[in-house]
């Protein structure tokens, strides 16, 4: 497998001087299996630069965008994804419904003419949508597994298993707590039902998840002393990653979705009491984080 940050910011877009180490744009990933085939994961606005640099290939494009859930970060960047445009391009768009809304019509939306000059349907490429919900899948040969995390708007984590490699993305998740989620009304009740009913501590689920994965990606957001104060917001601090990395026995953790506020230098911070923390801890998975330009392969 091969990867690619594209956006790694979460929130919202951080152009800037003190941005320009980790990355400014917000999630985007491109992930090509050892047989050339190209996966996407988020649509934040980091994909307009991959859709640039794809059509400046000459490549045909025939992909599926892996959305995560579609708050603003995540699916923004769709509108500028220029192989979009291109006839003879397929792209498949996999994420989930709402109650309320489908997945297409919850991409369409974003492209209403109030918010946008150019809409859905007048996009020159082959569009289909694949709506999900917590399940598993192929993608040409490869297993893809979906589960929903602890964050609003029916927010999925995916797992590929391709040739005996693996991935695990979870941009936005948040710790459960039994007794914090009690007074929550922000999060969905189907979703949060399917942690309630987990026998023994939910937060299981992601480490069984994430067992043995050679990449796992994880909502960073907080420190832990920012987190006493955004319990419900729906994301992680880095101790938590590290602890899930560790106990679900990873290669390599990655912290991710990096708070908007975040200067270079604090983040270089925070890997530094990462480090800290694993020494202390004995941890002996590979720990960094997420830059935006950054290639990896296994
Ligand atoms: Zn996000």
């Known amino acids: 497998m091969r990867l690619k940050f594209w956006g790694v ?12 180490r980790y990355g400014g744009n917000t999630p985007s990933l491109e992930l090509r299996l050892d047989d050339g085939s190209l996966i996407i994961l988020d649509a934040g606005t980091g994909i307009r630069n991959l859709g640039d640099r794809l059509i400046a290939s000459g490549e045909t494009v025939n992909t599926h965008i892996l959305i995560t859930h579609p708050h603003w970060d995540h699916i923004q ?28 019509h919850i991409i369409a939306d974003q ?4 918010y946008f000059p150019i809409q859905l349907n007048e996009l020159k490429a082959r569009l289909r ?8 899948f192929r993608i040409g040969d490869a ?25 695990v993305y979870v941009s936005d998740n948040e710790p459960f707590d039994r007794a914090a989620v009690a007074g929550l009304t922000n ?21 069984g998840f994430a067992r043995n994965a050679d990449v796992f990606i994880h909502d960073a957001t907080y420190t832990p002393e920012e987190y006493a104060e955004k319990v419900g917001w729906g994301h992680s601090h880095y101790a938590y990653t590290l602890a899930v990395a560790s106990a679900a026995q990873v290669k390599h953790c990655i912290l991710f979705h990096h708070e908007p506020n975040r200067t270079d230098d604090q983040i270089d911070g925070i890997l530094a009491r990462c480090r800290d923390l ?8 590979r720990c960094s984080a997420a830059t935006e330009g950054e290639e990896l392969a296994w």
């Open 187 to 207: 999060f969905e009740p189907a979703v949060m039902k399917r942690f309630r009913d987990v026998a023994g501590d939910p937060n299981d689920r992601i480490i």
């Open 143 to 167: 297993r893809v597994r979906t589960m929903y995390v602890n964050h609003p708007g029916f927010t999925v984590a995916y797992r590929i298993d391709h040739a005996g490699k693996s991935l």
């Open 77 to 104: 960047g769709f509108p500028f994804f220029k192989p979009a445009f291109v006839a003879g391009n397929e792209i498949t768009v996999v994420g989930t419904d709402r109650e309320e809304i489908d997945l297409e």
């Open 9 to 20: 910011r979460g929130s919202i877009p951080t152009p800037g001087s003190g941005t320009v």
């Open 278 to 285: 694993m020494a202390a801890r004995q941890y002996s998975f």
């Open 129 to 136: 949508f694949r709506s999900i919900g917590e399940e598993e």
């Open 111 to 114: 492209m209403k003419k109030i």
